[in-house]
């Protein structure tokens, strides 16, 4: 598999056994076996035939059966595909069209493949002077002559989930791809035929390499559903892979917490998860209570606790880094020990305790070492995760200087803090989001866990950041979105503030977000940095106020 470009494995895998089925949608409205994607895929690289090898084109396409269709005959036209998310008509759209532009002068993009519709006729001008394609895909008599493409060459361009006003693209050569793909399959035990339901979006990494590249080259089939389906109704994602064998599929916390949300309302469902191999966590770091709440609800339904994966992982990396098969895996951590000594302690009697998640062990290709201050540190120290494998990117594409930021001695320096124990590793939190209360060390995301679990909230409605306020500092603030506070009692507040002051030692400053959620990337995870921005400047024009009215 390594020693080929996508497009000659997808032309091969295709004539090999192209009676059996690619993609299918979720409402069971389309059902297409190789053959018919293959006839698909052919007519678009025919279109690509005027462009040269190489050339970068931007994918705007939903979760829908367009893209695979898309993004496979990219690869069989020599074509670089970059994925990014669908504008939409609405408030959102001028900023949607700037991110595609920026993007565009990135990747030296010609053309942009936009879905046929009101949006993409409004685009024609705003987008100028790209050229769109907005073809809707017929099968045809033309035949897979895939271009050649080395391993070592350019296969797409991934841009990081949290992109906005400086994004960042992720080179990604053939080899790495299928590199991460074969990792992928020895870590879920995939077997020709299975079956892998997405809903994740098709633009970012999780989606695209689960939901469009590896059902290809494992040989199964792809069940095609939009975030948007999911979101509506959470709890029709298992409805859905009940009624297939032999299923693989992705959750993050928020869709767990969302699916229990939606079975408290609806008992009288129906679901078959005795077929469930496997349901794979990442993105955000893994609440341990969650899962097994979501395993112990589900469990009546058949579904197995050895089928739940805890993973880790990065586009830096095409997706996967490591995984924890068989079932969830946790430490019970002295919380004061990771923060201080910055060691793995295991919790003592009356100590604050932090359960952390095995992220299983890294397969044998992939080298990975904690690192602090510039030296690898013993097992169960806390450091900086760093990783050398098959499946890394080239770069950012473009950016050489954000590149040679990240890598060291070959390594990838992914800024997360991570330890090892056993050889499995285990995931403590992310550099750039560290509290630093009182001279002390703190992950945002544990203190949201534990405030949460202390006032009855659901930690995803939470978020932990520093905000600097005029004559105060660096001063820890606790954001909270407003249908929560609704809920609850008139002192929430107040219960926040000494729930967080018996765990940090510090009273926080309370922020209450009305009208609006909490901002996050398109994997899951809180912008904190976004949100410490805004809140630093409002505290900014509140001191200055005061002082413009002072006597």
Request: hydrophobic content about 40%.
């Amino acid at each position: 598999m390594l020693g080929r470009s996508l497009g000659t494995m997808f032309a091969d895998i295709c004539e090999r056994a192209p009676d059996d089925p690619a993609f299918e949608a979720a409402d069971g409205s389309l059902r297409w076996t190789r053959r018919a994607l293959a006839d698909r895929v052919a007519r678009v690289a025919e279109l690509f035939d005027d462009m040269a090898v190489g050339s970068r084109v931007i994918l705007a396409l939903p979760n829908t059966a367009e893209f695979p269709v898309w993004f496979w005959g990219c690869q069989v036209a020599g074509i670089v595909p970059v994925p990014v998310a669908p504008p939409h008509a609405g408030p959102r759209l001028a900023h949607q069209i700037a991110s595609i532009r920026a993007i565009s002068g990135i990747t030296g993009a010609t053309a942009i493949v936009l879905r046929p519709g009101e949006t993409a006729q409004k685009l024609r001008t705003a987008l100028a002077p790209l050229r769109i394609f907005e073809h809707a895909i017929e099968p045809g008599i033309a035949r897979l002559s895939p271009r050649e493409r080395r391993p070592e060459d350019l296969a797409f361009i991934q841009f990081t989930s949290g992109s906005t006003s400086n994004p960042k693209g992720c080179a990604l050569a053939h080899r790495s791809v299928a590199a991460n793909v074969e990792a992928i399959r020895k870590a879920l035990d995939t077997h020709r035929g299975d079956v892998s339901y997405n809903w994740m979006p098709y633009h970012h990494d999780m989606g695209l390499l689960s939901g469009i590249i590896a059902p290809i080259l494992c040989e199964g089939t792809g069940i095609i559903d939009a975030p948007r389906a999911f979101m509506l109704d959470p709890i029709g994602w298992l409805r859905k892979i009940s009624a297939h064998a032999n299923v693989h599929t992705t959750a993050p916390n928020f869709a767990l917490s969302l699916t229990l949300r939606a079975y408290s309302r609806r008992r009288d469902l129906q679901l078959s998860l005795e077929n469930v191999r496997s349901i794979i966590c990442g993105a955000e770091p893994i609440e341990p209570e969650l899962v097994r709440r979501f395993l112990r609800t589900f469990a009546g339904f058949g579904l197995k606790p050895e089928s739940f994966v805890a993973c880790y992982g990065m586009a830096e990396s095409t997706v996967l880094v490591s995984a924890c098969s068989g079932g969830l895996r946790t430490f019970l951590a002295d919380a004061t020990a990771l923060e201080k000594d910055r060691r793995l302690e295991p919790v003592g009697s009356g100590g604050r305790a932090r359960e952390l998640v095995s992220l299983g062990t890294p397969p044998p290709e992939c080298q990975l070492k904690i690192v602090e201050e510039g030296r690898e540190v013993a097992e169960g120290q806390v450091g900086e995760i760093w990783l050398r494998s098959p499946s890394l990117m080239q770069g950012y594409f473009s950016d050489p200087e954000a590149t040679e930021g990240v890598f060291q001695d070959g390594y990838l320096k992914t800024g997360d803090n991570g330890l090892l124990l056993a050889g499995e590793l285990f995931f403590v939190g992310r550099r750039k989001d560290i509290l630093i209360v009182s001279g002390q060390n703190f992950d945002p995301h544990d203190i949201e866990l534990q405030i949460a679990q202390a006032v009855g909230l659901e930690a995803r409605r939470i978020s932990a950041i520093n905000v600097n306020i005029a004559d105060r500092g660096s001063t820890l603030g606790i954001v909270l979105e407003e249908d929560f506070t609704a809920r609850q009692s008139e002192d929430l507040p107040s219960r926040v503030i000494e729930s967080c002051f018996n765990i940090t030692g510090v009273r926080p400053k309370i922020y209450v977000l009305r009208g609006e959620r909490l901002p996050r990337t398109s994997s899951g995870k809180i912008q904190r940095a976004a949100l410490a921005l805004r809140f630093t400047q409002l505290e900014s024009m509140a001191s200055k106020a005061a002082e413009a009215v002072e006597p």
